[in-house]
């Protein structure tokens, strides 16, 4: 941290209403505990972000690493959370390609595309994999930056809805590696995905095309 000056204005700052708060407690042996609260205010055009203790006058700069640190330590990196049989529709969209499933009587059926097979396996494999989302690491904590990573124009984009309840999870470009950024419509934040679940997700879910009845 880099000391800059005295504190003049604390909403100047942006430390009225800090967007983060650190409070730890040090405990000295023959001492009483003593709390100190740390409080992280506005981004500074020169990086970093403005700070000082809550009980101090002294500003001063902390670096946006340590904020994004703390927002990853505290942030619940299981994003989706619910029962498989609880999902009864299922849309899978990259590019021009839709396929919607519906479940009937315990079974998923293809609606459409019209003449193609589907893998039951693989949407079993998805759903599973959606049921229970987790991320590899926060990319950004808002959508706003959504183009920044790709997701204006989403690769795959995938619909679940959980007693009619739809949710959406669109999935950017992977990297190098197979780590893709990815968002979803029910929370704030921008993720990646680890490489073996960006393959598993965005690799579909039909099989061949149906053969023509030889009797017809």
């Given at each position: 941290?880099?000391?800059?000056?005295?504190?003049?204005?604390?909403?100047?700052?942006?430390?009225?209403?800090p967007?983060?708060?650190?409070?730890?407690?040090?405990?000295?042996?023959?001492?009483?505990?003593?709390?100190?609260?740390?409080l992280i205010g506005k981004q500074l055009?020169?990086?970093?972000?403005?700070?000082?203790?809550?009980?101090?006058?002294?500003?001063?700069?902390?670096?946006?690493?340590?904020?994004?640190d703390l927002r990853t330590e505290f942030h619940d990196r299981v994003i989706?959370?619910?029962?498989?049989?609880?999902?009864?529709?299922?849309?899978?969209?990259?590019g021009t390609l839709e396929v919607v499933l519906r479940k009937?009587?315990?079974?998923w059926k293809l609606i459409r595309p019209a003449g193609r097979t589907l893998e039951r396996g693989r949407v079993s494999a998805l759903v599973g994999d959606l049921k229970y989302l987790s991320v590899e690491r926060f990319l950004s904590y808002s959508?706003?930056?959504?183009?920044?990573?790709?997701?204006?124009?989403?690769?795959v984009v995938i619909t679940v809805a959980v007693d009619d309840a739809e949710r959406?999870?669109?999935?950017?470009?992977?990297?190098?590696?197979?780590?893709?950024?990815?968002?979803v419509s029910d929370k704030e934040g921008i993720f990646q995905l680890a490489s073996d679940l960006t393959e598993r997700i965005t690799a579909g879910v039909l099989g061949a095309q149906e053969k023509p009845d030889a009797g017809k």
């Open positions: 941290a880099l000391r800059i000056e005295r504190i003049d204005d604390p909403a100047k700052w942006g430390l009225d209403k967007v983060a708060r650190l409070v730890a407690e040090v405990v000295r042996p023959d001492e009483n505990p003593k709390v100190y609260e740390l055009d020169g990086g970093g972000h403005a700070a000082r203790l809550a009980d101090g006058d002294l500003l001063f700069a902390v670096s946006s690493i340590l904020l994004d989706w959370d619910f029962k498989t049989d609880e999902v009864n529709r299922l849309v899978w969209r990259k009937e009587d315990g079974s959508r706003t930056d959504a183009g920044k990573f790709g997701l204006g124009k989403p690769g959406t999870l669109s999935v950017g470009k992977p990297d190098e590696k197979g780590r893709a950024p990815a968002m």
